[in-house]
């Protein structure tokens, strides 16, 4: 299962549970249906189908844990999550809206692609260090006419 395309849904319920037993040490339903904003109900049908893929350990009424597939998927995702949201924030992306935009973003980046704009983040960081390129940078994000940076 682990090599089959996993939908955005499993992705995000496998980020939270990755996120709450990180936390925790454990997840219930209700700690990842508060999480998500949807119902213990859907939660529990969650679980079944990742069960079911080989993604997560579950007991019924019980807690759940990732399987090592069902990891790496979650740390994945959450991989690309964040480095898309630091680079939108880069960009002078509110952080609440970069939040939520890496979150739609996240489920289409290839572990390949995540790793080039990572090391593309690191370069920008690395570069506004320096009090010249910083001035540039930000000269840059606020120029209204953008066009002239194109290709």
Known sequence: MAADKVSQRKEDLLEVIFEIVQDKGYAKSRDIAA???ITPATVTDGFKR????????YEPYGGV??????????????????????????AGVEKE???SEA??????????SCDKINR??????????DPGMNQRF??????????HYQK
């Open 50 to 57: 990742l069960s079911d893929a080989g993604l997560v350990n």
């Open 35 to 37: 999480a998500l904003q």
């Open 120 to 129: 593309v983040v690191a370069f920008i960081e690395e570069c506004i260090t």
């Open 65 to 90: 844990t990732l399987t090592e597939a069902g990891s790496q998927i979650a740390r994945r995702t959450k991989d690309s999550h964040q480095t898309l949201q630091r680079l939108l924030e880069l």
């Open 103 to 112: 979150c739609i973003m996240e489920h289409g980046l290839s572990p390949d």
């Open 138 to 147: 930000r000269e840059i994000l606020n120029d209204s006419d953008a066009s």
């Open 97 to 99: 809206t970069a939040d």
